[in-house]
């Protein structure tokens, strides 16, 4: 495989440079599994596994992660013994979990925002992935699938357009093969592209219908209109034409983590409003002067968008508690475990 095509460029060889010494060849994570990982490199598709001392750290390689190796060519193998330093990243907050962050892609360029036209259509959800794409420094694009089941799709577009501001948005049906062209024009060779979106909005077709074949299984909708989770692993796809495309799972809970200049991105119209209000610490609710709740009396924002707004904030403040109470009880344990070696030491 050329590197080239995978999407290296002068920038991450400079921070692959320290390496070189070490004789470490530059690979990236196309498949990452509970125990190993698959490597894109010149030597073709390898498996992969951590050193101790990144199996013990707390970085971890996440899929589209570049990463120094010791190949193996022969075994079809290689040991990662580092991870460079990331273009752009989508981190969410591990779901029914203590406070951690999950990288769940790395080095992407442009983000995929898929939702399906029908019955799973949800705006609000929109907003939620919308928040993470421009949080992670990738180029956000909306792909409305499944554009053969909905009878009005120039109303969709136009909803989304509404609260995707600077953000294309696109119809598309991938059986029909409506749209994958302009789809395809988004990832160009050496450029990547992730899928974001919830189960059963066509993430798996849509990447079928990119590369030209059955590649990833898919499943039907059920009854009630929600999906079922199909691709069970992230997974970096090379395209025939060149570029690549990232499929995630559907995420049944996408909880945000330090997505502060995410939302100010995606909810630009918001965040001018607020700028304008009266007091600096203007909550929204009856202060005098609040230009929110003027907008909102004049018909000229929803109150919906104004309350998924306020939903994010507060779940952000949620998680920066937790953060600063999860901090305070490990600097504890930390003093703690000084103390009792100080106690051992002595005698």
């Known amino acids: 495989m050329h590197l080239e095509s995978l999407g290296w460029d002068a920038s991450f060889a400079d921070e692959f440079r320290p390496f070189e010494h070490d004789g470490l060849a530059p690979a990236r994570v196309a498949v990452e599994h509970r125990s190993e990982y698959v490597v894109y490199s010149q030597h073709g598709e390898l498996r992969a596994e951590l050193t101790g001392r990144l199996r013990h750290g707390d970085e971890h390689p996440a899929v589209g992660d570049w990463v120094a190796v010791a190949p193996r060519p022969d075994e079809g193998r290689a040991t990662i013994h580092a991870v460079l330093p990331r273009r752009s990243a989508f981190v969410r907050k591990v779901a029914w979990a203590e ?11 442009v983000a995929f925002v898929v939702a399906g036209l029908d019955l799973n259509y949800n705006v609000r959800r929109i ?7 421009w949080e992670s420094g990738a180029q956000p694009v ?13 109303s969709r577009v136009y909803e989304v357009e509404s609260v995707a501001f600077g953000v294309p948005v696109h119809p598309v049906s991938a059986p029909h093969g409506d749209g994958v062209d302009t789809v395809r024009s988004y990832v160009p060779p050496g450029r990547t592209a992730a899928l974001l979106g919830s189960s059963g909005v ?17 499943r039907e909708i059920r009854e009630d209109g ?31 983590w330090d997505a502060d200049s995410g939302i100010e991105a995606a909810f630009q119209d918001l965040e001018s409003l607020a700028a304008e209000c009266r007091f600096a610490d203007c909550a929204h609710r009856r202060e005098p ?25 507060r779940e952000l403040e949620r998680l920066a508690m937790k953060q600063d109470a ?7 344990k930390e003093r703690a475990r000084f103390a009792r070696s100080m106690r051992k030491t002595s005698y």
């Open 99 to 109: 406070t951690k962050p999950q990288v769940v892609a790395a080095n992407v360029d």
């Open 142 to 154: 909306v792909l409305l699938t499944k554009a053969d089941l909905c009878e009005d799709v120039e």
């Open 289 to 313: 002067g609040c230009a929110v709740r003027a907008a909102l009396a004049n018909g000229t924002l929803e109150m919906e968008r104004f309350e998924s707004w306020r939903k994010l904030q």
């Open 127 to 133: 907003e939620r992935y919308l928040t993470l794409a």
């Open 226 to 256: 929600r999906g079922r989770h199909t691709t069970s692993h992230r997974q970096l796809v090379p395209l025939p034409e060149g570029g690549l495309v990232l499929d995630t799972p559907g995420m049944r809970e996408l909880q945000l």
């Open 202 to 218: 066509g993430k798996s077709t849509l990447v079928n219908a990119l590369v030209g074949t059955e590649l990833l299984a898919v």
């Open 326 to 332: 999860r901090a305070r009880s490990e600097s504890r």
